[in-house]
């Protein structure tokens, strides 16, 4: 499985805690998580991005996947 594949399915499996660049390198080994993210939004896939501060201090940032469901609005 790709990084960018198993990135997706990451941020599935997460929902709304998204993934930090710490979190990825440590579930699926990449040291390029923004490179990741900017595949899958090339791939038509809507990534936030969110900067937050860690009780340490330092400021990191958080990505998050958000899934539209296709609702018909007519039968």
Do not use: C
Not at 18 to 35: H, P
Not at 65 to 75: A, F, T
């Amino acid at each position: 499985m790709s990084q960018t594949a198993a990135l997706l399915a990451l941020l599935r499996k997460n929902g709304d805690h998204g993934v930090t660049a710490l979190e990825a390198l440590d579930s699926i080994g990449t040291l390029r998580l923004a490179a990741r993210v900017a595949d899958l939004r090339g791939d038509g896939h809507f990534v936030t991005t969110e900067m937050v501060k860690l009780r340490n201090g330092k400021i990191v940032a958080r990505y998050r996947l958000v899934e539209v469901l296709e609702i018909p609005l007519w039968k």
